[in-house]
């Protein structure tokens, strides 16, 4: 499952707020990020109407968590910035009266939530923590050894 760019942002903003302790100007986390300011006002605008975020006017303003980093949790985050989660579109499906595969598929859908209600932000936003990447176990590509010369 890949989440969405909007829940990538949040996600993203909701750690740096954690990280930080304080608030961050949306300007400034954009030009951080290298992330569309635009983008970024739409998501920031969500995360506060769902109570993880509120915003401060003005010349010092900006986004600042609304309640500890340790009472939100990842699960409940891609919940709220996630809209129609689903793996499959059951619903136009010609074997949807017939098939076991809908109940396989949202019962991956409730473990893959579960694992993200297990960790808060502030579990998830710690520094010097090695980042997880799965795109340095592929396997490389391999090179011709046969120069053009040859």
């Given amino acids: 499952?890949?989440?969405?760019?909007h829940t990538d942002f949040g996600l993203r903003l909701l750690i740096v707020l954690?990280?930080?302790g304080g608030s961050?100007?949306?300007p400034t986390f954009s030009a951080q990020q290298g992330l569309s300011y635009h983008h970024v006002a739409k998501v920031a605008?969500?995360?506060v109407s769902a109570g993880f975020a509120v915003s401060h006017r003005g010349r010092s303003g900006g986004i600042a968590l609304a309640r500890p980093a340790a009472q939100i949790?990842?699960?409940e985050v891609v919940r709220t910035l996630e809209k129609g989660m689903r793996l499959a579109d059951c619903a136009t499906c010609a074997l949807r009266t017939d098939c076991a595969l809908s109940g396989v598929l949202a019962e991956a859908l409730e473990a893959f939530l579960a694992v993200l209600d297990r960790y808060t932000l502030a579990a998830v936003s710690r520094e010097g923590v090695p980042a997880f990447a799965p795109w340095a176990m592929l396997p490389q590509p391999?090179?011709?050894a046969v120069s053009e010369a040859s």
């Fill in 1 to 5: 499952m890949q989440l969405t760019q």
């Fill in 18 to 20: 954690a990280r930080d």
């Fill in 24 to 26: 961050i100007s949306l």
């Fill in 45 to 47: 605008q969500a995360l």
């Fill in 73 to 75: 949790t990842v699960g």
């Fill in 142 to 144: 391999i090179s011709c």
